[in-house]
């Protein structure tokens, strides 16, 4: 067993059994199902945005070389410079280079997932350099010391009286229950932090190649300052962000809003066009975009699951799971949490180390129903178990299932075979059998009946 | 028409009370049914643990089995989904893709052949209690079944059909997923189970066995007053 299976099924069992936090994850997204559908309503057709959207991912990522270049093109037309970078490492190298060619000291950043992915943070700090996280949730785990939660909310976990604590401790305020007067405090505490930053690093929602532009999607404002305060503003993005047009974030825009937070559109919507030009007031001196790899031009080698690209990280896949719903998001031990997380880690990051993720699904498909850019999620987790079987066959597995199809196989063996197990089931159930004890320990099996249906077809047909 | 049974495995083993009140149903409305007798399993947990060469065995085996049949019709979601949806994924590209993609047009879920095929939503059944219903995730989201079995449990005689919270949400049995992350599944149990007995229904009734089998052992365990149903079982109820 891999060791990512080991932790998972260490703290899925943990959480699975803590009825008072599932609940309090539950409540945390019972408003947003009935905003989604409120928002929905408003669309003319629900179905056919999501078509659009799924188009216009589907067009740039199955012409990804030709899209990013044009990208690109116009981003250093506009004055950015672009860094490639191939993995991880050479994404923090190059961020770190930056960083020291400016003589920076400090670096304020907004919600980045792609941050999260690279584990940058960990990278500056042990470089010297102070990082402050200013999205509020993801403020409130970088001083928790905890990844995030789920990748849209990052401490929807977190109960409020564990936040004004949190405050306390770290910030010396007094405590509240007020989330206005806790937004406030962490508000003032970050405001001089944008002013004293040298660089400002973001993320980035879409890169529009027509314009050379970046869009970034934020509710609260602090992605706006991170760009523009700062001398040096530095974006990490995926390379699989890109869309062709300006065009696609008419509908782009509005489906991440709803459905990933039930939102008609996000507060803050912002097209990035380079730095600070002659005669503009404000905007960072240098602006870079590092375009990250990592593994993504695997998925894209794939043409079975290449529409995972597609992903807008709406989180919507993961609002209506209900597998992440009863383990959280940290269970997971990844970037990227719940279906989508599910389906792309083993491509990121190693299918023999991830595929328990893959497994550990009932396949319901509410994931991709509620898929905005429909990616076929819950049919992804079944070719990656397919793959894993391939790639790397566990015994118990080739037993069992070679087995099984030898019953199958001969209608007589499987008759003959039923009728032992009819027969001596009620021992069976009491001894320690592995997946059949672990099934009766929460639930009970019917009274296995005298005849099968055959016998009793064969009977009443003789 | 003749309608020829598919009866998933463990049907036919634990519970073989589904599979003739399916036919009796559709005998009633004056179909003939056969049952082919080499019929064993669709090859679904195979499938599902990604064992695709096991089960595309399976799948061969099936189409042997059902050739030449008008219709096949069987009492679950999850397997007629299985013959409709993942047979042409799994013979795809092979010699059998035609064949399969012939019997996935031949198959029905036995509410949605009552309704959509036959156009029937009342079979004449009586059952005089309140029951809600849980919509398995294969006939919701494989084969889009929402409204059939409401439609024909609304016209049963004396039924009240009550709905759930929690309404579209799994109820975690997943096949082999039950047994395999059995902490996952019973938290997921707990709240779909929860939330049918919350209704006071006498009986949760759905389409598919399988999540009868995990709602009903454990309403079982947890000694709820409400007993899993299949839906068959309610309309051959005429008495």
Known sequence: ?462 | MRISLFVPCFVDQLTPQVGLATAKVLKRLGHEVDFRSAQTCCGQPSFNSGQWDVAREAAIRALGVFRGADVVVGPSGSCVAMMRNFYPELLKGTPHAAEADDLASRTFEFSEFLVKKLGVTDVGAKFAKKVTYHDGCHALRELRLKEEPRQLLRAVKGLELIESEEGETCCGFGGLFSAKFPMISTAMVQVKGGALARTGADYVVSSDPSCLLQIGGWLSREGKPILPLHIAEVLANDA
């Open chain 1, 1 to 462: 067993m891999s060791d990512s299976k080991a932790i998972f099924l260490k703290d899925a069992t943990v959480n699975a059994a803590d009825g008072d936090q599932r609940a309090f994850i539950r409540k945390a997204l019972g408003g947003y199902y009935v905003n989604r559908d409120l928002q929905k309503a408003r669309y003319r057709d629900w179905e056919r945005a999501r078509d659009a959207a799924s188009l216009a991912k589907w067009s740039a990522v199955n012409d990804l070389a030709n899209v990013l270049e044009k990208f690109t093109a116009n981003f250093e037309r506009n004055g950015g410079v672009v860094h490639w970078a191939r993995d991880a490492a050479e994404a923090r190298a190059i961020i770190l280079k930056i960083a020291k060619d400016a003589d920076a000291k400090a670096i304020v950043k907004s919600k980045c997932m792609t941050s999260e992915e690279i584990h940058l943070n960990e990278a500056l700090e042990k470089a010297g350099y102070g990082v402050v996280e200013s999205d509020l949730g993801e403020f409130i785990q970088q001083l928790r010391g905890e990844a995030p939660y789920h990748f849209v909310f990052p401490c929807m976990h977190v109960k409020r009286e564990a936040i004004s604590e949190l405050f306390t401790k770290h910030l010396g305020t007094a405590p509240t229950d007020s989330p206005e007067e806790l937004t406030m405090i962490a508000r003032r505490h970050l405001r001089q932090l944008y002013v004293d930053a040298d660089i400002g690093i973001t993320g980035a929602n879409f890169l529009v190649a027509e314009t050379g532009q970046i869009s970034i999607t934020e509710n609260e404002g602090n992605a706006r300052l991170t760009a523009a305060l700062p001398r040096i503003h530095i974006a990490l993005s995926g390379i699989e962000k890109v869309v062709s047009h300006l065009d696609d974030l008419s509908v782009l825009l509005p489906m991440l809003a709803t459905a990933g937070a039930g939102q008609p559109m996000t507060c803050y919507n912002t097209l990035y066009s380079g730095p600070r030009k002659k005669g503009e007031c404000d905007g960072p001196e240098e602006f870079h975009l590092v375009l990250l790899d990592n593994a993504r031009t695997r998925l894209l080698a794939d043409p079975e699951q290449r529409d995972a690209l597609h992903c807008i990280r709406c989180g919507a896949c993961l609002n209506v799971c209900p597998i992440f719903k009863n383990i959280g998001g940290l269970a997971y031990g990844t970037t990227y949490q719940g279906p989508i997380g599910s389906v792309i880690t083993p491509h990121l990051r190693g299918l023999k180390q991830w595929n328990h993720l893959s497994g550990a699904s009932s396949l319901c498909g509410a994931c991709t129903d509620a898929c905005p850019v429909r990616i076929d999620l819950h049919h992804h987790l079944l070719h990656n178990r397919r793959n894993a079987a391939k790639e790397s066959p566990t015994l118990f597995d080739r037993v069992f299932h070679h087995g099984f199809n030898f019953v199958i196989k001969r209608p007589w063996l499987f008759a003959t075979g039923g009728r032992i197990f009819r027969a001596t089931l009620p021992l069976l159930q009491k001894l320690p059998l592995p997946y059949m004890g672990a099934w009766m320990k929460t639930r009970d099996l019917p009274k296995a009946p005298a005849s099968s249906f055959r016998d009793q077809w064969k009977n009443d047909h003789a």
